[in-house]
């Protein structure tokens, strides 16, 4: 029997505090819904109690739904929506201006340049700021 770790991560993304909680299950040949596959997901909610930024980040599942299912468990918020949804490959979120998008690809730095990308050209920096730069959040890969 063919057996790949399944992992669901938890981030809480703000300015002073960072958590990240994991757990472990398994996929494989047996299970009736997997096609071959493995399927990752992020879930985000910018509006609740901590004031920051929840995401729940979850890989290696044998179908998007149970990928869906597990990340907005582990973004634990009634308000979690999934942002991305990657399938064999990386997953990546950025972040410019509170504003967060996605990206995919087959290597992490693929998946990065994509959600970067996302964003378009840099915005020019005005006479009174400096544009504001694009960061990557985390990437996950299967």
Same mark, same amino acid.
């Given at each position: 029997m063919f057996v790949s770790g399944k992992t669901t991560f938890g981030l809480v993304a703000g300015v002073a505090t960072v958590l990240l909680t994991a757990g472990a299950g398994s996929a494989s040949a047996a299970d009736s819904d997997w096609d071959g596959h493995y399927y990752g997901a992020f879930a985000i909610s910018t509006d609740n109690p901590t004031g920051g930024t929840i995401i729940g980040m979850t890989g290696d599942y044998p179908n998007q739904g149970e990928a =869906?299912?597990?990340?907005?468990?582990a973004c634990g /918020? !009634?308000?979690?929506?999934?942002?991305?949804? /990657?399938? =064999? !490959?990386c997953g990546s979120l950025a972040e410019r201006d509170g504003l967060f998008l996605g990206g995919v690809g087959p290597t992490p730095a693929a998946a990065e340049g994509a959600a970067i990308g996302a964003f378009g050209p840099p915005r020019p920096a005005s006479l009174s700021a400096e544009p504001s730069p694009t960061r990557i959040v985390d990437t996950r890969c299967n």
């Open positions: =869906d299912a597990n990340a907005l468990s /918020y !009634g308000n979690c929506f999934v942002v991305l949804r /990657y399938m =064999d !490959g």
